[in-house]
Structure formats: C-alpha cells, structure tokens
C-alpha cells in the first residue's frame, strides 16, 4: 500500500497554508518554493481541492488561497478523499464476483487488510490541519496504548 504523491502533497500544502495564510490568500508559487513541490503540479492539486470545498481562491494582487474553513474542521482525511485518493490495503475491490483470490472467495488474510485500512482511515480522520501545524498530536498509537492500558 502506497499513498501516492499528489495525496502527500495535497496534504503537505494543506499544512503550509494552515501555516502560512491567516488572514490573508497564501500564493500557490510561495507554498511551492516553500515545500519543494512543482507549481503545475500544485495548481492541478488546488483545483481538486476547490472542488470539494477545502480552499477557496481569491484573484488578483494580493490572490491566492486560503482555507475554505477552520483549520480545526479539516482533517486529513478530507484532503485525501478531495483529490481522489484511496487508502486501500486489500488486493480487490470487495466484488463477490472477482476478490483477491479471483474466485469467488475472499483471500485468507482478506479481513487482516481490511482491519488495516481501517485503522489507517481512523488515524487520518483523527489528525486535523491544526494538529500538525501545531505539532500537538500524540502518537495514535501511543493513545490507542494508554487508552488500552487504563
């Protein structure tokens, strides 16, 4: 399982104006040189984003982005699902018809990957814009472990 690079750096700009744009739109250009990332690639990432609501753009001097909400209220999950990622961890499509084994019979260690996935979907919907421009997010884990232990 492999996130691909336009779901890490949706979500490592998402960061960048969380940071960096307060008040004011945050030029894709700065977020770029900033982060190291292709500003045609940005620009392709920010339409996506647009889309599903999680920016808005401002034109003219001055333009730019800035988060559509409460950097709070996004969670990574959403920067995710906005530019088309899947986090799947199962070799098949949940089809009856064609599972992972090609028959029609889930694989042995079918439910193991499924409990993966959700696990790293709960994680993602945990972690919000916030957190990580803070840096205050405990490990998921280490809370998974504390909670377990009380």
């Given at each position: 399982?492999?996130?691909?690079?336009?779901?890490?750096?949706?979500?490592?700009?998402?960061?960048?104006?969380?940071?960096?744009?307060?008040?004011?739109?945050?030029?894709?250009?700065?977020?770029?040189?900033?982060?190291?990332?292709?500003?045609?690639?940005?620009?392709?990432?920010?339409?996506?984003?647009?889309?599903?609501?999680?920016?808005k753009s401002?034109?003219?001097?001055?333009?730019?982005?800035?988060?559509?909400g409460?950097?709070?209220?996004?969670?990574?999950?959403?920067?995710?699902?906005?530019?088309?990622?899947?986090?799947?961890?199962?070799?098949?499509?949940?089809?009856?018809?064609?599972?992972?084994?090609?028959?029609?019979?889930?694989?042995?260690?079918?439910?193991?990957?499924?409990?993966?996935?959700?696990?790293?979907?709960?994680?993602?919907?945990?972690?919000?814009?916030?957190?990580?421009?803070?840096?205050?997010?405990?490990?998921?884990?280490?809370?998974?472990?504390?909670?377990?232990?009380?």
């Open positions: 399982m492999k996130l691909s690079s336009k779901g890490r750096y949706a979500v490592l700009a998402m960061v960048d104006i969380a940071k960096y744009a307060d008040d004011k739109p945050c030029k894709l250009s700065n977020v770029a040189v900033r982060q190291n990332i292709s500003l045609q690639f940005l620009e392709q990432i920010f339409l996506k984003l647009k889309k599903s609501n999680l920016v401002h034109r003219g001097p001055g333009g730019g982005y800035k988060l559509s409460k950097r709070e209220n996004i969670k990574v999950s959403d920067v995710i699902a906005a530019v088309d990622e899947n986090i799947k961890t199962t070799g098949c499509g949940n089809n009856p018809q064609s599972f992972c084994t090609g028959k029609s019979a889930k694989c042995m260690t079918h439910h193991l990957w499924e409990d993966l996935e959700n696990l790293i979907e709960d994680y993602l919907e945990s972690v919000s814009l916030k957190d990580l421009v803070e840096g205050n997010k405990a490990s998921y884990l280490q809370e998974r472990n504390y909670e377990q232990s009380k």
